[in-house]
T-cell receptor, first 113, second 112 residues
Framework: GQQLNQSPQSMFIQEGEDVSMNCTSS?????WLWYKQDPGEGPVLLIA?????ELTSNGRLTAQFGITRKDSFLNISASIPSDVGIYFC?????????????FGGGTRVLVKP | DGGITQSPKYLFRKEGQNVTLSCEQN?????MYWYRQDPGQGLRLIYY???????QKGDIAEGYSVSREKKESFPLTVTSAQKNPTAFYLC???????????FGSGTRLTVV
């Protein structure tokens, strides 16, 4: 099945830094979603984007829905240790069979030693 | 509080045995999904169900089976035909037409 191209695959953060990750697709989506997964847990929805060009914030998180509808990025400002985890992007089409999401491969955020 | 519950959290299976993972939701969601996650990997869809008594294969259905006899429940059976079953299994649900899923907290299956 199709997967979104998410980058970087992993990154190290230092407390206070801003970090950014993005997701690209060869096909368009109507909705982009960003999830965070803590170790040993299920993903939790962080931000949902519904319109091309939309910029949405949730606390220190900011995400944008690309104007072409084929990409999205997520920024985390002033990172803190609890930002560690795996971040997944997901695209969804309206009335997709089974309401299915297409997931990126994830960006693993780790703390700099 | 409404939510989606997976059990058990950890499961050990001997080679050649079938094992069933439980997923229950009280969100009144119509659709339910099973994903497999391998270490350092993304989520791969095993099976999904949009309505009771109906389900569809995902991208990696071989060696797995499901049933959807009740709206609230979508158990996944990992059969002996699944050659590499050790993984983290995630169940999710969504309302018809809604955007995004609610995930359970996962079951880690280990073959010993």
């Amino acid at each position: 099945g199709q997967q979104l191209n998410q980058s970087p695959q992993s990154m190290f953060i230092q407390e206070g830094e801003d970090v950014s990750m993005n997701c690209t697709s060869s096909s368009i989506f109507n909705t982009w979603l960003w999830y965070k997964q803590d170790p040993g847990e299920g993903p939790v929805l962080l931000i949902a984007l519904y319109k091309a060009g939309e910029l949405t914030s949730n606390g220190r998180l900011t995400a944008q829905f690309g104007i072409t509808r084929k990409d999205s990025f997520l920024n985390i400002s002033a990172s803190i240790p609890s930002d560690v985890g795996i971040y997944f992007c997901a695209g969804q089409l309206y009335k997709a069979a089974g309401n299915k999401l297409t997931f990126g491969g994830g960006t693993r955020v780790l703390v700099k030693p | 509080d409404g939510g989606i519950t997976q059990s058990p959290k950890y499961l050990f299976r001997k080679e050649g045995q079938n094992v069933t993972l439980s997923c229950e939701q009280n969100l009144n969601h119509d659709a339910m999904y099973w994903y497999r996650q391998d270490p350092g990997q993304g989520l791969r869809l095993i099976y999904y169900s949009q309505i009771v008594n109906d389900f569809q294969k995902g991208d990696i259905a071989e060696g797995y089976s499901v049933s959807r006899e009740k709206k609230e429940s979508f158990p996944l059976t990992v059969t002996s035909a699944q050659k590499n079953p050790t993984a983290f299994y995630l169940c999710a649900s969504s309302r018809t037409g809604a955007l995004g899923y609610t995930f359970g907290s996962g079951t880690r299956l280990t073959v010993v």
